[in-house]
């Protein structure tokens, strides 16, 4: 089954409002956790990742808020722009011998309408 | 300058041939890793390496094999290619041990006619 897992394929929001976008996960040995932003045939790109010793992070617009116990973590973007309008992926892993594994959610298409 | 070049961009192969995908990464890290996204699928994790030897391996086909000639090199080398195949293929890396950001490449396009 899909160990990690986003369940909005999609999400409009207007400008200026807030996006947060959800993400559940299966495993409890996870111990990071990133969120990934991507465009048509590009790659991804780190937003903002955490670690499991914290429950939330903050970098500019973006706020990433994470439940251990409700295996679920998710992003929030404030004061959206239509810039922001993308494919976010969530994804988690846990750090084995020196690489992680990255387990990726299926996306959730975030569109910012002006 | 690009930190992790992936060639070639767009790769068309017919059903049974080989190919090598390149990857190589100026970024000074000891984890590298393959993923590939289907259409329609999520990105789903390859291979890792860390100092060259291999990690991990998700792909149940033997069919895929990584190649890793550098440090800083991680080639995937596919044989009998099947249309399934078809997908963009990432190449990905990171800090070693305790630092898990991993940085992706720009992509392989391979279609399997």
């Known amino acids: 089954g899909q160990q990690v897992k986003q369940s909005s394929p999609s999400l409009t929001v207007q400008e200026g409002g807030i996006s947060i976008l959800n993400c559940d996960y299966e495993?409890?040995?996870?111990?990071?956790f990133a969120w990934y932003k991507k465009y048509p045939d590009n790659s991804p790109t780190l937003l903002i990742s955490?670690?499991?010793?914290?429950d939330k992070r903050e970098d500019g617009r973006l706020t990433v808020f994470l439940n251990k116990s409700g295996k679920h973590f998710s992003l929030h973007i404030t004061a959206s722009q239509p810039e922001d309008t993308a494919v976010y992926l969530c994804a988690a892993g846990r750090n084995q011998g020196g690489s992680a594994k990255l387990i990726f959610g299926e996306g959730t298409k975030l569109t910012v309408s002006s | 300058d690009p930190k992790i070049i992936q060639k070639p961009k767009y790769l068309v192969a017919v059903t049974g041939s080989e190919k090598i995908l390149i990857c190589e990464q100026y970024?000074?890290?000891?984890?590298m890793y393959w993923y590939r996204q289907s259409a329609k699928k999520p990105l789903e994790f390859m291979f890792s390496?860390?100092?060259?030897?291999?990690?991990d391996n998700q792909t149940a086909s033997s069919r895929f094999q990584p190649q890793s000639s550098k440090k800083n090199h991680l080639d995937l080398q596919i044989t009998a290619l099947k249309p399934d195949d078809s997908a963009t293929y990432f190449c990905?890396?990171?800090?070693?041990?305790?630092?898990?950001?991993?940085?992706f490449g720009p992509g392989t396009r391979l279609l399997v006619l």
């Open positions: 495993n409890d040995m996870f111990d990071y």
């Open positions: 955490v670690r499991s010793n914290v």
């Open positions: 990905a890396s990171s800090l070693p041990r305790g630092q898990d950001t991993q940085y």
């Open positions: 390496y860390s100092y060259q030897k291999l990690m």
């Open positions: 970024l000074g890290h000891n984890a």
